[in-house]
């Protein structure tokens, strides 16, 4: 755990202390149960107790506190599987800041901070992440063109999308469709066609707007996949240490012990890698290369712990009664997002220049 | 993350920096830039010229060998901020230490946490110096992860132990002066029989034995000691007391096998550079071998979480004040990367990646070869990467043991 400041340990333990109470994995088979998005009650606290702004300026409603304070919060909603769309909404926020104007910013950062307005990215053109390129076209402030995986799409009432000439704010309205799509994760996603959709462009954030807006998602899904890893890793060593065969506790298994050792050192490299990448956002430094790291690490790892957590937890961990599957299959969910690892260790390679 | 304290520029720390520089250009001549320090080496001694003993005595005079040491044993008693300039200053200067080996990495500091005053006296000055070798007397032939279960004896005739019994895995054993060893002086109790002592290499009845190893090199050795006389003086803290002291040198090994100058510096030259000197690049300017490519990005991507966690770890253990948990994982993960990045290397020279003397090869790619060869014994030394697991899961994530 990196070494906090008073401001980043208070927010932290307060999100552990709400997860915990207020929004358990019990809370997130309800929601899932009934069908629906997310808790509608448990958003607007997330907006009370400030979450929605924690990376907006002052001046635009939020707090300013910064990214590893915003990753702290998703790290916590991630080990309890919350299911909110503050990770999508924090991100079109990111992008409006660095790339929106005096005007874009005033119309829509104090609604995101407040967390009466639902932002969200629509980037990618195919079934899987391809880097900051899309064909979809923009004609006299009129975009037209499909995105066939959008993240909390149902939820949002603004979206940033990646088009062939820039990054533009779509409100939804006229000119806008979703169609459901319901991955193995049962988040909200939808594909989302825009028909003549009105757009205003993100004219400010120079050539590298979609990649740096990009970063900030790796990153920040990296913190919700350190949650996730994290409490499949900790649930796990709890069942170990409780299940009896043999006339043996389980964890005291060599075989097991060796096991868990070794996820535990690849889950503290990639704890160390995803708040390196909260913290080269928040002072600017390598951000390509930090987010690279962090989200490939993520990906890797949180892949091998999800597997071992079903192994190790045996036939239990098959039942949709157990929770440690739905952290699977939101698993592969965020591991398709943002780049695989595959595309982020290509990316490495042309960042340092082989 | 970085405190208003350790950015705030310190009147006092810009004139220590300044005596560095001067001393520096007064010491260190341009002709030892690059070269190394011949104790640090498990490959073995080099005699020193006359340049590398008065750079030598130059650093001891200061203590600035062991620049954290206390003055009164010949240290150069300068708090972290000022080793760390020190330390900022040399490598700008291209200037390396002279005054290591294991008497400085790992022995050292145990005898200043538990040695007696007369004890101090004795044998830190001389390792402050760079005057004196040690070497470990640990592992033996039917104890070595078990390491509780060695057998040497040291049996107490009054005013001075009788030692018997075999140690292997000595390193640098054919060169050193005096041996820091554990010795069992009592059988009835696996660990509290333990008692930790210091032997002079030279005493009658220590016969060292160089080990060949794959690599061809000798850097180990058996060391027989038969009948050997060791003064009571020599014992370090109380009888029985050995495994406690012995378990807090292997900490300080452990944390040189990981965070060591030797790994740090290990990707100093790019894989991808080497690779494209051998492979060549695609018309996009890519590596031509796009397998290579992918595994040499994940190797630098492994590495650079790895640095970025021993980074962690310091910064752990000093808002803490002790021992981060992480630190425990870092001698795993440090091994592996370096045997891997080694094996890496192999396959990205082919044949030329596997000469083992003679013609046509570079002495890099002869030096590498044994590297890598030698480099199979870092899962294994200093605690195996199957012991270090254990270590994690009993105490970090408190699986206990069958009952």
Redesign the interface.
């Known amino acids: 755990m990196a070494v906090l400041n008073e401001e980043q340990t208070m927010l932290r333990d307060m999100a552990q202390e709400w997860t915990k109470n207020e929004s358990p994995v019990t809370a997130w088979r309800k929601v899932r149960d009934e069908g629906s998005n997310f808790d509608p009650a448990a958003w607007s606290a997330m907006g009370e107790m400030g979450w929605t702004g924690v990376i907006i300026p002052e001046e635009f409603g939020g707090s300013d506190f910064g990214w590893m304070s915003l990753g702290l919060v998703v790290e916590q909603l991630g080990k309890t599987l919350t299911a909110s769309p503050l990770v999508a909404s924090s991100l079109a926020a990111g992008a409006i800041i660095l790339g929106g104007s005096q005007a874009q910013k005033e119309a829509f950062l104090p609604r995101l901070a407040s967390g009466e307005l639902v932002g969200t990215l629509a980037f990618d053109d195919g079934p899987r992440h391809s880097g900051a390129v899309s064909t979809v076209a923009v004609s006299e402030g009129k975009l037209t063109g499909t995105k066939p995986f959008v993240h909390e799409a149902e939820s949002a009432g603004l979206f940033v999308v990646l088009a062939s000439d820039g990054v533009y704010l779509v409100e939804k309205g006229a000119g806008v469709t979703l169609s459901d799509r319901e991955l193995t994760d049962m988040r909200d996603h939808a594909e989302v066609t825009f028909d003549g959709a009105a757009a205003e462009r993100l004219a400010d954030g120079g050539d590298d707007l979609a990649e740096a807006i990009l970063d900030r998602a790796r990153i920040l899904t990296g913190a919700e996949m350190l949650g996730m890893a994290q409490h499949v890793f900790d649930e796990t060593l709890d069942y170990l240490k409780q299940r009896t065969q043999f006339n043996q506790v389980l964890s005291t298994f060599q075989s097991l012990q060796h096991r868990m050792a070794e996820l535990f050192t690849d889950l503290e490299l990639m704890r160390t890698a995803v708040e390196a990448g909260l913290q080269a956002l928040d002072t600017g430094f390598r951000v390509p290369e930090a987010a690279c790291l962090a989200k490939s690490r993520a990906n890797d790892v949180l892949h091998v712990i999800s597997r071992q957590g079903i192994q190790l937890h045996g036939g239990i961990g098959m039942t949709d009664e157990y929770d440690v599957g739905f952290y699977l299959k939101r698993a592969r969910v965020l591991e398709a997002s943002w780049g695989n690892s595959g595309f982020l260790k290509d990316r490495h390679a042309k960042l340092a220049g082989y | 993350?970085a405190t208003a304290a350790d950015t705030r520029p310190d009147a006092d720390l810009d004139a220590f920096r300044a005596e560095v520089k001067s001393f520096l250009a007064a010491s260190f001549p341009d002709s030892l830039k690059g070269k190394g320090n011949a104790l640090r080496s498990v490959e073995g001694p080099t005699d020193e010229t006359a340049e590398e003993t008065a750079w030598r005595t130059a650093m001891a005079e200061r203590g600035w060998g062991t620049p954290t040491w206390p003055k009164e044993y010949g240290g150069g008693g300068l708090s972290k901020q000022q080793a760390k300039v020190l330390q900022q200053e040399m490598a700008m200067a291209g200037a390396w230490n002279p005054i290591g080996g294991m008497g400085v990495m790992m022995f050292g500091p145990t005898l200043l946490e538990y040695g007696s005053e007369a004890q101090k006296q004795e044998h830190i000055p001389p390792i402050t110096r760079g005057e004196i070798r040690w070497c470990q007397g640990y592992s033996e032939p039917n104890a070595g992860s078990d390491l509780a279960s060695l057998q040497t004896s040291a049996e107490d005739k009054g005013d001075h132990y009788l030692v018997n019994g075999q140690k292997t895995w000595t390193s640098g054993g054919q060169w050193a002066d005096k041996c820091f060893c554990l010795v069992r002086t009592d059988r009835s109790d696996k660990h509290k029989g333990i008692s930790f002592l210091l032997i002079d290499m030279d005493s009658p009845g220590v016969e060292v034995k160089p080990i060949t190893m794959i690599s061809g090199m000798s850097p180990f050795c058996e060391t027989f000691f038969t009948d050997v006389k060791v003064p009571k003086a020599n014992l370090v803290g109380e009888e029985g007391q050995g495994w406690t002291i012995g378990k807090r040198l292997l900490q300080h090994e452990r944390t040189n096998i990981s965070g060591g100058g030797a790994l740090a510096s290990l990707n100093a030259q790019?894989l991808?550079?080497i690779?494209?000197h051998y492979i060549g690049?695609d018309e996009n300017?890519?590596?031509a071998d796009p397998e290579m490519?992918?595994k040499?990005?994940?190797f630098?991507?492994?590495w650079?979480?790895?640095l970025?966690?021993a980074r962690?770890a310091m910064?752990?253990s000093?808002?803490k004040g002790g021992v981060s948990e992480?630190s425990s994982?870092l001698k795993?993960?440090g091994s592996k990367l370096g045997q891997q990045r080694a094996e890496m290397l192999i396959e990205i020279m082919g044949f030329r990646g596997l000469g083992w003397e003679g013609e046509g090869f570079t002495d890099k790619e002869l030096k590498h070869v044994r590297g890598w060869l030698f480099g199979k014994a870092t899962s294994i030394y200093g605690g195996s990467t199957?012991i270090?697991?254990?270590i994690?899961?009993?105490r970090?994530?408190?699986?206990?043991?069958?009952?």
């Open positions: 993350m790019p991808s550079k690779a494209e690049t300017g890519r590596l490519r992918v040499i990005a994940e630098e991507m492994a650079n979480t790895f970025l966690t962690r910064e752990e000093k808002a992480i994982i795993n993960v199957e270090q697991n254990n994690i899961a009993k970090i994530l408190g699986m206990l043991d069958h009952q």
